[in-house]
T-cell receptor, first 115, second 114 residues
Framework: GAVVSQHPSRVICKSGTSVKIECRSL??????MFWYRQFPKQSLMLMAT?????????EQGVEKDKFLINHASLTLSTLTVTSAHPEDSSFYIC???????????FGPGTRLLVL | GENVEQHPSTLSVQEGDSAVIKCTYS??????FPWYKQELGKRPQLIID?????GEKKDQRIAVTLNKTAKHFSLHITETQPEDSAVYFC?????????????FGTGTRLQVTL
């Protein structure tokens, strides 16, 4: 149980384009989803927290107009990187959880390369 | 905000030996401390967690200890095996019973040699 999927697993795009990443909870209703970014050989850095049906809460230093997060249903959250630039190239990982559970279950990650 | 420090950054042990990874946290209100294992290019996987109302938890070859007064917690892996080789992250959060934002440590790359 507690399976989280992400799509796509890998994406290459040109600078200036937008990229959408989906995060799905497959066998539970995710009341809360988190989006992390991980640069090579570094730790996971929380970008934002989203609760179903409400606006995401962004961490300090994360541009909310650049990283658009939508958590429209209890099984799906999306992260859109708008006007991507090479410095946005990273491994983006989502996690999900449900009410009264502290554990976060992670998706497999999306590797973004911006040329 | 919370700050989590993790040591060592790399650790090499021989198969069968024990490995210990240590973390310290700054926020005395943190009360939930999970440990994640991440293999190269894969998702982090929860291996054990501990809450602030207990001092130690064990699951087969893995144990975690927590010292609330000193604000540090440690991961202990006994009888290490090659498949234990991975990056291990500690994390801390203020939990109210539901998932809360995790602050991760910088990670420890564990190499188990034959």
């Amino acid at each position: 149980g507690a399976v989280v999927s992400q799509h796509p697993s890998r994406v290459i795009c040109k600078s200036g384009t937008s990229v959408k990443i989906e995060c799905r909870s497959l066998d539970f209703q995710a009341t809360t989803m988190f989006w992390y970014r991980q640069f090579p050989k570094q730790s996971l850095m929380l970008m934002a927290t989203s609760n179903e049906g409400s606006k995401a809460t962004y961490e300090q230093g994360v541009e909310k107009d650049k990283f658009l997060i939508n958590h429209a249903s209890l099984t799906l959250s999306t992260l859109t990187v708008t006007s991507a630039h090479p410095e946005d190239s990273s491994f983006y990982i989502c996690s999900a959880s449900w009410t009264v559970v502290e554990t976060q279950y992670f998706g497999p990650g999306t590797r973004l390369l911006v040329l | 905000g919370e700050n989590v420090e993790q040591h060592p950054s790399t650790l090499s042990v021989q198969e069968g030996d024990s490995a210990v990874i240590k973390c310290t946290y700054s926020d005395s209100a943190s009360n939930y401390f999970p440990w994640y294992k991440q293999e190269l290019g894969k998702r982090p996987q929860l291996i054990i967690d501990i809450r602030s109302n207990v001092g130690e938890k064990k699951d087969q070859r893995i144990a975690v200890t927590l010292n609330k007064t000193a604000k540090h917690f440690s991961l202990h892996i006994t009888e290490t095996q090659p498949e234990d080789s991975a990056v291990y992250f500690c994390a801390a959060s203020r939990s109210t019973g539901t998932a809360s934002k995790l602050t991760f440590g910088t990670g420890t790359r564990l190499q188990v040699t034959l």
